[in-house]
């Protein structure tokens, strides 16, 4: 049976975060997609620090969709280079692996 990860970006503005998130479900590329509360992140671009209050979107995934995902996600991403990191979700149920299973599948 396949494998669940987690796959995670940020995004400046709510309303993207929200519409992100619904669209990677309804395409099938995500089981579940949960939207973290408003954060600050500090990073280097552009040979500076900068700082940005940030939305961090954690997709629930199959280790088969991934990159499939993450195509989808760049495509649509504002950002020049999003933020995208993959986690393996170890430990999880069989039953909620096949729940993800399911609903990745669009078949």
């Given at each position: 049976?396949?494998?669940?990860?987690?796959?995670?970006?940020?995004?400046?503005?709510?309303?993207?975060?929200?519409?992100?998130a619904r669209?990677?479900?309804?395409?099938?590329?995500?089981?579940?997609?949960?939207?973290?509360?408003?954060?600050?992140?500090?990073?280097?671009?552009?040979?500076?620090?900068?700082?940005?209050?940030?939305?961090?979107?954690?997709?629930?995934?199959?280790?088969?969709k991934a990159?499939?995902?993450?195509?989808?996600?760049?495509?649509?991403?504002?950002?020049?280079?999003?933020q995208w990191?993959?986690?393996?979700?170890?430990?999880?149920?069989?039953?909620?692996?096949?729940?993800?299973?399911?609903?990745?599948?669009?078949?």
């Amino acid at each position: 049976m396949a494998g669940i990860v987690i796959a995670q970006t940020t995004v400046d503005d709510e309303q993207k975060a929200y519409d992100l998130a619904r669209a990677a479900v309804e395409a099938r590329l995500a089981a579940g997609v949960q939207i973290d509360a408003r954060m600050t992140s500090f990073y280097w671009w552009k040979d500076a620090v900068q700082h940005e209050r940030e939305y961090r979107l954690s997709f629930k995934t199959t280790v088969e969709k991934a990159a499939e995902l993450e195509a989808w996600v760049h495509e649509r991403h504002p950002y020049e280079v999003p933020q995208w990191i993959v986690l393996p979700a170890g430990g999880s149920s069989e039953e909620y692996l096949a729940w993800v299973v399911k609903e990745t599948s669009t078949q």
